[in-house]
């Protein structure tokens, strides 16, 4: 029967603790890693961002099928000076934000919808415009459909936002409120016929109508025929191939 010297079995756990140490020092890295990261992205998360899409609430719907996506999002509380760039997430060039005849100021610091001093855009006149360009994917399309989040203390007047080239404006969510304040995100969708090389969108608003964030997402798509429509070309398209297959064979 074999026994160990006790020095030796002390210098043996002394060694494997020192092993698991080692082994959790990076763990504990890692997950101090994971947690600033995930910290970190919380903190810069769109908060006004509160709605998807219906491409990414429903992606295995035939109609987005191959669809082009860009998302472009201005939180006008966090930039240090006149913001006019939608961000990174339209690869076919940088959308921007302009106000004609200079009817806004920035920034205008106000309590926002979390009742914390924000910067916003203030609207000064009455019927005031805001108009958003977005560049496009060039590939031809049948269909561009524009998804938008605006959060503001007033809501835009009705029947806007309009785009150019024109396409139909419904109101698919609600207006979402944040908490006790006047400060609602508004959400409207806008379909247009074909695939423009861009679009203009435009707002208008009351006077003395703060906005704190915009977030446009869009998708290019090809129409796909519904399930009948296919049936039926396919069947003449059968027939046809018949009707020029009897046509040789008789002459």
């Known amino acids: 029967m074999y026994f160990r010297n006790r020095n030796t079995m002390r210098h043996s756990s002394t060694q494997g603790a020192a092993a698991i140490v080692r082994r959790s020092v990076p763990l504990l890295l890692l997950g101090i890693c994971v947690a600033c990261s995930v910290a970190a992205f919380a903190a810069t998360a769109h908060a006004e961002d509160i709605n998807d899409p219906p491409w990414v609430v429903t992606p295995s719907d035939p109609q987005w099928a191959g669809g082009v996506t860009t998302t472009q999002t201005w939180e006008f509380e966090l930039q240090p ?31 926002g919808p979390d009742g914390n001093t924000i910067n916003t855009w203030h609207i000064d006149v009455d019927n005031a415009l805001m108009e958003v360009r977005i560049p496009n994917d060039p590939t031809p399309r049948d269909r561009k459909v524009l998804f938008i989040q605006l959060t503001s203390d007033k809501a835009p007047l009705p029947g806007f936002p309009v785009s150019n080239p024109a396409g139909t404006t419904t109101y698919p969510i609600g207006p979402v409120g944040h908490g006790s304040t006047t400060w609602y995100t508004y959400t409207s969708q806008i379909e247009i016929d074909g695939n423009p090389s861009e ?24 129409v796909v025929p519904e399930p009948g429509t296919a049936t039926m070309l396919v069947g003449v398209a059968l027939v046809s191939c018949v009707c020029s297959f009897r046509r040789r064979r008789t002459r």
């Open 81 to 111: 000076n006149w913001p006019v760039d939608g961000g990174a997430g339209n690869p076919f060039g940088t959308a921007s934000v302009s106000f004609p005849f200079g009817s806004a100021t920035y920034p205008d610091p106000i309590p």
């Open 199 to 222: 679009e203009l969108l435009s707002f208008m608003f009351q006077e003395s109508t703060n906005i704190s964030e915009l977030v446009i997402d869009t998708i290019c798509v090809d």
